[in-house]
């Protein structure tokens, strides 16, 4: 097998991501003789689903939708059962980064964990079952690709002194400051493939130093495996579990799934929002003048005049 593209954590999007990840990614693999696997762990829900950081409140998670993606290993666990497990208020040494009351947080730890799972089977089968794979991509399964994959980024992890090569998305390295890398999409070679997936290993660590980011964890554990990264112009938005795109998110999708998603015109939401203030402005300025009358010069003057130069 040549590669093996590895999914994990909680399915809540696949229903509107399946047709742009085989489009962009299985077709293309398919069409170059790719030959692959997909490995895929995920949670299930007996609750509804809450997100309040994504304005995601109490929807249902079909239990079964990473179904849909028809893996050929699959690892299920209940959320709430490996919550408990993981002792989650460990991690929290250094604050919380989203400021939801450790939710997000906690959300990345089962992240963590859900891809460290799932690359356990990884080396299960290719120690006890003589599988061998060329390269590893780990993919988020709620993202819509602008552009397919580029097949030749295969080709830039050789044999050899390439074996530590590790290409990454070029964009979104985090919150300002933190200087880290994108989570959302990883390629390497099987040995730093096993290693990297098995970053849950080191977050206790980390949560000891630093305050926890995704990109800023990647950073640091590429740091750490000495990997050399390397930054692609591969770009996809995320898609919510409600069907909504994440807000700055749209630019990174292509016109067809930008039309599918009814992306909104960011442009013209700005316009609307400064013509509001520009009419705000002269009403109250407006209000002023006719309550202190013509006998204050410089109020008449400026209400008359200034707002032609506002609208």
Not at 60 to 69: G, P, Q, V, W
Not at 72 to 82: A, C, H, K, R
Not at 235 to 241: D, E, M, N, T
């Amino acid at each position: 097998m040549d590669v093996a593209v590895v999914f994990s954590g909680l399915v809540r999007a696949l229903r509107f991501s399946l047709d742009s990840l085989n489009k962009m990614i299985f077709d293309v693999m398919d069409d170059n003789k790719i030959t692959y696997h997909k490995y895929m762990h995920s949670y299930l829900l007996s609750h509804e689903y809450t997100n309040r950081r994504n304005n995601i409140n109490n929807i249902h998670i079909n239990t079964s939708e990473y179904k849909l993606l028809n893996a050929d290993f699959v690892l299920n666990d209940d959320q709430d059962t490996i919550l408990k497990q993981l002792n989650v208020g460990k991690y929290r040494t250094n604050g919380d980064a989203w400021d939801n009351g450790f939710a997000s947080t906690d959300n990345f730890i089962l992240a963590m964990y859900s891809r460290y799972l799932i690359t356990k089977k990884l080396m299960d089968n290719i120690v006890n079952f003589n599988y061998e794979y060329k390269y590893v991509m780990f993919i988020r399964s709620d993202v819509l690709f602008k552009q397919p994959l580029n097949i030749n980024y295969l080709t830039e992890i050789q044999n050899g002194d390439r074996k530590r090569d590790v290409l990454v998305p070029e964009w979104d390295t985090g919150p300002r400051g933190t200087e880290g890398i994108n989570d959302r999409w990883t390629l390497c070679a099987q040995g730093m493939g096993i290693q990297y997936g098995l970053e849950y290993e080191r977050l206790y660590d980390f949560s000891l130093k630093y305050i926890m980011h995704a990109e800023s964890f990647k950073k640091y554990v590429l740091d750490e495996l000495d990997a050399n990264v390397i930054r692609v112009p591969f770009y996809f938005g995320r898609v919510r579990a409600n069907g909504n795109i994440a807000p700055g998110d749209c630019a990174l999708l292509n016109e067809t799934d930008k039309q599918k998603f009814e992306c909104p015109n960011i442009a013209m939401h700005i316009i609307i929002i400064i013509i509001f203030i520009a009419v705000s402005i002269t009403v109250f300025l407006t209000i002023i003048w006719s309550k202190r009358g013509s006998r204050n010069w410089f109020s008449f003057f400026f209400c008359k005049y200034i707002k032609y130069f506002i609208v």
